[in-house]
């Protein structure tokens, strides 16, 4: 590639950054950051023979695009710096201060894994959690990276493509699902599933533009409906779009894979769904209202995220209704504010004009707990099972008496409900009510329902057996510290 074409790129970047309101000389530290990279990596090539440096620029090029801070572009612009070129952390440091050699230094850490199979799975994401516990900005620059090199990744060998977007799949994607950043989820889970499935992948491909012109027809009508019922009633808004899954595959794949759906488009409602944003909270509710007075919902598929957000932070009202000129269809109504953290999740803390604003240490309270939990447990094995639990498998909203959300994952039990709230609770616990029921403490929880504790005050220790009943090592772990506690002093 000629040089002229990499200036181009940076240009570009530059360009991008511009729109996100940065002046010229805010760009200097891009600048420096871009020709210590040009000079680090000058004459290496990637495996597909183009220019190194293309990597590090596509890297910096997406977390501008995320509307990301400038020391976060700089980072990514260096990030492959220390791992492979002559230059140092230490020269890092010199030229872009302590703030980048400190990001850069940890992906350095995350780079190298000497393991293989489940041991190098259950490493890498050890070494992830504590990345992100140290500097959740890494992170980001990390999913930056790893698209790059997914996009590239035809140029590999298909031992290691498969490898490297099954690592994407299984670990990447759902890290980026729990801090709320779907647009780089579904890409992530788009790249990898097309090495991983071609053959599903191309399939999809082929068929579904045909399914979503038929839909998007359908919808036309509603929409014009819709947008003439909320100007006759004064609502304003900001967006009516039809939004349709139609670079999702991997999430339709998914659906069409389940029992109930077989494989049969016409019950995926959500294949295509109208999307309102609306600059309030109180507007989104009048909407729902009047949609359901146009069209009859589905009971059960009204979702209010916006009172109980998802633990993620997504927020939206959703509800599926029936219609007679496009069947059964779903509707999502959020603020523009809730729309961003819907596609950037804790990327839009930092983006949009927000740009001293970071996650607070509630969203991110998880990833320490989690951290805290994985000291404890030494085997490779069991921490899988138990991230995989905790983390990776879907979540549930239960209630306290009071009304607070409690976020567990599937299956969990009251014994995980007591000690998730506070550890008071666990210990002492007697018995459990579930909607008001008296309820066995094996019970499986689900979405929605009212947990309430009974505790006997003078109750010294857990019952051993709750081991087997609970279901997060959260529980695990606080139940075995009891026991143990018990047994010292006895
Ligand atoms: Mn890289």
């Known amino acids: 590639m000629p040089s002229g074409l990499i200036e181009e790129k940076f240009q570009k970047l530059l360009k991008t950054l511009e729109n996100n309101n940065y002046s010229?000389?805010?760009?200097?530290?891009?600048?420096?950051?871009?020709?210590?990279?040009?000079k680090a990596h000058q004459g290496q090539k990637r495996i597909s023979g183009r220019p190194y440096i293309t990597h590090p620029l596509a890297t910096a090029e997406k977390l501008a695009e995320l509307g990301l801070p400038l020391a976060i572009v700089a980072a990514g612009l260096v990030h492959d710096v220390p791992e492979d070129t002559d230059y140092s952390l230490k020269d890092i440091e010199k030229k872009l201060g302590s703030e980048i050699a400190g990001l850069v230094a940890g992906i350095t850490k995350l780079g190298t894994l000497k393991y293989r199979g489940i041991?190098?799975?259950?490493?890498?994401?050890?070494?992830m959690f504590v990345a992100m516990s140290n500097d959740i900005r890494i992170i980001l620059i990390k999913f930056s990276d790893r698209l790059h090199n997914l996009e590239t990744l035809d140029a590999l060998p298909r031992e290691k493509q498969i490898?490297?977007?099954?690592?994407?799949?299984?670990?990447?994607?759902?890290?980026?699902?729990?801090?709320?950043?779907?647009?780089?989820?579904?890409?992530?889970?788009d790249l990898s599933f097309k090495y991983l499935k071609p053959r599903e992948y191309r399939q999809l491909e082929k068929i579904l533009p045909e399914k979503y012109k038929i839909r998007e027809k359908q919808l036309e009508k509603i929409k014009k409906r819709v947008a003439k019922a909320l100007t006759d009633r004064k609502i304003s808004i900001n967006k009516m779009t039809i939004y349709g899954r139609t670079k999702h595959f991997y999430s339709l794949h998914q659906k069409l894979q389940k029992k109930e759906i077989n494989q049969d488009f016409e019950k995926i409602y959500d294949l295509i769904a109208?999307?309102?944003?609306t600059p309030t909270v109180a507007g989104c509710y009048s909407i729902l209202g009047i949609l359901h007075e146009l069209y009859k919902p589905i009971p059960d598929r009204i979702k209010d995220y916006i009172a109980q957000p998802k633990p993620n932070g997504y927020q939206s009202l959703q509800t599926t209704v029936f219609t007679k000129t496009a069947g059964i269809m779903e509707f999502q109504i959020r603020t523009p504010e809730m729309h961003q953290k819907a596609e950037f999740g804790i990327a839009a803390h930092w983006s949009y004009k927000k740009n001293n604003s970071r996650p607070s240490k509630q969203d991110l309270k998880w990833i320490n707990e989690l951290v805290e939990w994985q000291k404890k447990i030494q085997s490779n094995k069991q921490f899988l099972q138990e991230v995989k639990l905790d983390i990776f498998q879907n979540q549930i909203f239960v209630f306290t008496p009071q009304g607070d959300v409690i976020s567990l994952p599937e299956k969990s039990t009251p014994i995980d409900f007591a000690y998730r709230v506070h550890t008071f609770l666990g210990d002492r616990c007697i018995g459990a009510k579930v909607n008001n029921q008296m309820s066995r403490l094996n019970t499986e929880l689900k979405n929605g329902d009212i947990v309430e504790i009974i505790v006997d005050k003078n109750r010294q220790r857990p019952n051993p057996d709750w081991l087997e009943i609970a279901k997060t090592s959260m529980a695990k772990?606080?139940?075995r510290a009891a026991l143990n506690k018990t047994k010292d002093s006895g």
């Open 274 to 277: 109208l999307r309102i944003i």
């Open 24 to 38: 010229a000389e805010d760009l200097m530290i891009v600048q420096e950051a871009f020709i210590l990279a040009q």
């Open 119 to 127: 041991e190098r799975y259950a490493e890498n994401l050890r070494k």
């Open 163 to 189: 490898r490297i977007a099954k690592e994407s799949l299984e670990i990447y994607a759902p890290i980026a699902d729990r801090l709320g950043m779907s647009q780089i989820q579904r890409e992530l889970e």
């Open 477 to 479: 772990s606080k139940i």
